[in-house]
């Protein structure tokens, strides 16, 4: 058994699916469907709940990246699917403290990534390089705080840029969803379907331009392109529907209320026991609610409570943050803060 403390890692499965999701899959999983068709209705509703122009499922947030460069690439009806990798490459744009291990999931195309420094002149002279794309990669494990993203948009717009925004983990809020697109005027913006979403591990979302998701769709399996092992399956469609109706419909202030007090709890808990402890905000992903930081001393004793709660029954999954543990009530299911408390003082009475 695993207590999750730490966050919606893939490592650990990604996230728990609520009842309506499992229900979903599991009436699709004794379902014959036509699949192209699941594949266009699936990306209507949700596009539909979220009020962008169009959707697609993928899977996941890294394939989302693969198959939105694809279709820009190509265009929306690409005369061959037989493409990749580039003979004559092109280029994406990104801020050089944004560059990470999902770069290859664009670059196995067969483009490049040219990096530039934190400031408009340079995002300027990269704009004026022809660009395929900007690619910006949200939450606070990537910051470029010289320059917003709103104008980011605006100068690429500026030049007939589009704009990707990578948001894999940037739910809650829920109304991310909408507010990179519709409210800040991303072109596209990839989600992981298997984070707050609660949806099916394997499944990820593209949300924004029609023109761009039907180049997603083009790439994407059941077609032999790019995407076809890319294979979202049909109870993954269910799944990430009946996923995204339970997200707009649960109380999100309620939810994050609840974390907050989690959090509380766990401070108060910590400094009884003569733990140095406090509130870090936002999540390390930037998501709207704490975690609790549970000073050790040094990056060693937090690697060695860590690795002891890991070693526990059940094991009580955490994340080391500078010299701190960071407790994060994300994952935690009702009735299992005391679990993840406990483990903790344990693992600093071992050590």
């Not at 939450?139 to 717009?157: D, F, M, N």
């Not at 974390?259 to 026991?273: K, P």
């Amino acid at each position: 058994m695993i207590v999750n403390a730490a966050a919606t890692l893939t490592a650990l499965g990604g996230s728990i699916m609520p009842a309506p999701v499992v229900a979903a899959m599991l009436h699709a999983a004794q379902s014959w469907v036509d699949l192209p068709h699941a594949y266009d209705e699936a990306g209507a509703r949700i596009a539909a709940l979220t009020g962008n122009e169009a959707a697609a499922v993928t899977t996941g947030a890294a394939a989302g990246l693969t198959l939105t460069v694809a279709s820009l690439l190509t265009g929306p009806e690409p005369p061959s699917l037989e493409v990749f990798p580039l003979v004559q490459p092109r280029h994406l744009v990104m801020f050089r403290g944004q560059r990470n291990g999902y770069d290859y999931a664009m670059r196995l195309l067969g483009v490049r990534i040219d990096d530039v420094a934190h400031d408009e002149m340079a995002l300027d002279r990269a704009l004026a390089s022809d660009p395929l794309a900007v690619v910006w990669f949200a939450g606070t494990q990537y910051p470029v705080t010289e320059v917003s993203l709103q104008r980011v948009i605006e100068r690429a717009h500026a030049g007939n840029v589009p704009v990707i925004v990578d948001a894999a983990a940037q739910i809650p809020p829920v109304a991310s969803m909408w507010d990179f697109t519709r409210g800040l005027g991303a072109d596209v913006v990839v989600f992981s379907g298997g984070k707050g979403l609660g949806g099916p591990q394997d499944s990820g979302l593209v949300l924004g331009r029609r023109d761009i998701v039907r180049g997603v769709r083009a790439h994407a399996a059941p077609h032999q392109g790019i995407g076809r092992g890319m294979k979202v399956t049909k109870e993954s469609l269910a799944g990430i529907v009946a996923a995204v109706e339970h997200a707009l419909s649960i109380d999100e202030p309620a939810v994050l209320a609840r974390y907050e007090s989690v959090v509380t709890a766990w401070i108060d808990q910590a400094r009884a026991a003569g733990l140095p402890a406090d509130r870090g905000f936002p999540s390390e992903a930037g998501q709207p609610h704490s975690r609790a930081l549970v000073g050790l001393g040094s990056v060693t004793r937090a690697t060695e409570v860590r690795d002891a709660m890991w070693r526990q029954e059940p094991r009580v999954a955490v994340l080391v943050a500078g010299s701190a543990v960071a407790l994060n009530p994300q994952p935690v299911r009702p009735g299992e803060e005391d679990v993840v408390i406990a483990a903790l003082l344990r693992a600093c009475d071992i050590m």
